[in-house]
T-cell receptor, first 115, second 111 residues
């Protein structure tokens, strides 16, 4: 299994509080992604990174920010959590195209509940 | 990326072949077809991908029509552990391109 660790795995917080989810990889892969999954919507891309300090927005980026100061860590921050951000968050990683099939490897998910 | 259309659900008897269809009629020449699955609440898992030729690996076979407008994922001998949501995704063959997931097909394998 790809070395991906998401933390925390479960978190309950209150509306208006800041939350940071961490994705840590031991594969030295270049690309990292954050998805959220909600019933009826499937997986939706929030942000992704194509290198240290290089990030871009996905389908549902409003209310989220990301940072990648090291290859191994990709942080997802909710500056002021809202109930609509209650979801399961998945991190994924991918090596450079010329060294792989284009496959993404996913973490086990982080379940966030905003009350 | 092109959109895909999959049936929302399918059933299959254990030991039989499961054939999961996917329509991607607007696929471009440089877009690959990928299949992933998600078992219960785990992270999605890669199954197989292809450009225009049929592909087979230890998990499944991928049949792509000659016009590339549709494909079929075949699980040759489905087991109860194959019960999952299966996602068909088309994606440009370019480094770092994110996968855009649809709602997939929920496959239920029963004994």
């Amino acid at each position: 299994d790809a070395g991906i660790t998401q933390s925390p795995r479960h978190k309950v917080t209150e509306t208006g509080t800041p939350v940071t989810l961490r994705c840590h990889q031991t594969e030295n892969h270049r690309y990292m992604y954050w998805y959220r999954q909600d019933p009826g919507h499937g997986l939706r891309l929030i942000h992704y990174s194509y290198g240290v300090k290089d990030t871009d927005k996905g389908e549902v980026s409003d209310g989220y920010s990301v940072s990648r100061s090291k290859t191994e860590d990709f942080l997802l921050t909710l500056e002021s959590a809202t109930s609509s951000q209650t979801s399961v968050y998945f991190c994924a990683i991918s090596p450079a195209w010329d060294t792989n099939t284009g496959e993404l490897f996913f973490g086990e998910g982080s379940r966030l509940t905003v009350l | 990326d092109a959109k895909t259309t999959q049936p929302p659900s399918m059933d299959c008897a254990e030991g039989r072949a499961a054939n999961l269809p996917c329509n991607h009629s607007t696929i471009s020449g440089n877009e690959y077809v990928y299949w992933y699955r998600q078992i219960h609440s785990q992270g999605p898992q890669y199954i197989i991908h292809g450009l225009k030729n049929n592909e087979t690996n230890e998990m499944a076979s991928l049949i792509i029509t000659e016009d590339r407008k549709s494909s079929t994922l075949i699980l040759p001998h489905a087991t109860l552990r194959d019960t999952a949501v299966y996602y068909c995704i088309v994606r440009v063959g370019q480094a770092g391109t994110a996968l855009i997931f649809g709602k997939g097909t929920t496959l239920s394998v029963s004994s």
